[in-house]
């Protein structure tokens, strides 16, 4: 299960956001620090596909994906020499997949707070360097030590000796011109801006209307800021979708009828999940595949570049240690002949070996032995 962590200023949405995307359970409050401990949630992916599978399989069962959201305290400048809660509560986000930045944009005078995205995108970038930069000097002395004894850890002390100079200077890792050998060997040591950069700007009921000039400003700042996480070790550019973050907690609590109708009266379309989903798999470059039958209907995510065998793996390691073949058909072409027997007296499902890397959409059998 793929996990974000949110980071933004106090009032820029980040709870909110939570309750959006998990479905509620978080304080939202107008006033700084209305979280101090961490909110985790998880949601359902949902997926079409999935869905019609099923309903051709005649599925008792039907698991789609999740993800899993962590939101935590605001962040303020200064957070890093203890202004506000401090920086400490990061350490709870350091092992997530990617970095969401909540960025405000909506104007409201009640709301304490200034509601320019690039203020925000500085503040949280300064503030993640710093508590980085503390990470890595630590790191560094320690390493530099073992080094003494280990000449193995060459590129790791390499690697940070360049991280603390560039983290110094406030420069986020995602930014910096470090080489993809540096950035992997940095790591173990689960650095927040050398992580995926996903950047959710929060507008109000008039900016979500006609939202390119808000979000065109904060596409261009952090056009070039780049993790490792792509398919095969790729740079991943970092992703900026806008969304009316209020509108959109509030529809998540809404049955799912009154939801739909009131996503669609506004003009804002399938939800903020969807729209979230789609720019965090685009980010980590993540794919789906599906198994189904009479007895359960199931997405897996995989991550692009994956071999046949490893996808087998992501529903057990035998499957992928014992791995012969997979039986495999686009999830469309197979809905055309209504079934899998169909598809294989047309002759539509293909045998796929080890040196298969599947697509998106794909929908397989795993054969194996062990």
């Known amino acids: 299960m793929e996990r974000f962590g949110f980071v933004g200023l106090p009032n820029a949405g980040k709870s909110s956001l939570y309750n959006a995307l998990a479905g509620g359970g978080a304080l939202a409050a107008p006033y700084a620090f209305a979280t101090t401990d961490p909110n985790i949630g998880v949601a359902k992916v949902p997926d079409v ?23 935590i305290g605001g962040l303020v400048e200064g957070a890093s020499q203890g202004e506000g809660l401090g920086n400490k509560f990061l350490a709870g986000i350091r092992e997530v997949d990617a970095i969401v ?70 420069v986020p890792l995602y930014r910096s011109d470090l080489s993809a050998d540096d950035r992997t060997a940095l790591r173990p040591f689960f650095l927040l801006t050398d992580k995926p950069v996903l950047a959710v700007v929060n507008l109000d009921e008039e900016q979500v209307m006609d939202p390119d000039p808000v979000l065109a400003p904060v596409c261009a ?16 550019d970092a992703q900026v979708v806008g969304m009316c ?44 595949y599906f198994t189904t039958g009479e007895k359960e209907s199931r997405a897996w995510t995989f991550r692009a570049g994956s071999s046949a065998p490893e996808c087998a793996g992501r529903i057990h390691t035998d499957f992928q240690r014992g791995f012969i073949r997979a039986e495999t058909i686009r999830w469309d072409t197979l809905l055309d002949k209504g079934s899998w027997s169909g598809a294989r007296d047309s002759g539509l499902v293909r045998s796929e070996g080890k040196d298969y890397f599947p697509e998106d959409g794909d929908v397989m ?4 032995n062990v």
Not at 271 to 276: E, H, I, Y
Not at 365 to 368: A, L
Request: charged content about 30%; glycine content about 10%; overall charge negative.
């Open 49 to 71: 596909r999935l869905d019609r599978l099923a309903e051709m399989s005649s599925s008792k069962k039907v698991v789609p994906t999740s993800v899993e959201f962590a939101d």
């Open 101 to 170: 930045f909540v960025l405000r944009a909506f104007r409201d005078t009640d709301v304490p707070g200034p509601s320019d995205p690039l203020e925000h995108l500085r503040v949280v970038e300064v503030e993640l360097a710093l508590a980085d930069l503390e990470t890595t000097e630590k790191q560094l002395d320690k390493v530099r030590r073992a080094a003494k004894g280990d000449p193995s850890l060459g590129p790791a002390l390499a690697a940070l000796g360049m991280a603390v100079d560039q983290l110094g200077e406030g």
């Open 221 to 236: 700042e952090l056009e070039g800021a780049s993790s490792t996480a792509g398919p095969g070790g790729a740079e991943a």
């Open 245 to 288: 973050v209020q509108l959109e907690a509030e529809a998540a609590l809404l049955p799912e009828a009154d939801r739909v109708e009131m996503l669609e009266g506004l003009g804002l379309g399938e939800g903020a999940l969807p729209v979230f989903v789609r720019a965090a798999y685009h980010l980590l470059g993540l794919r789906t």
């Open 365 to 368: 059998e795993f054969r194996f």
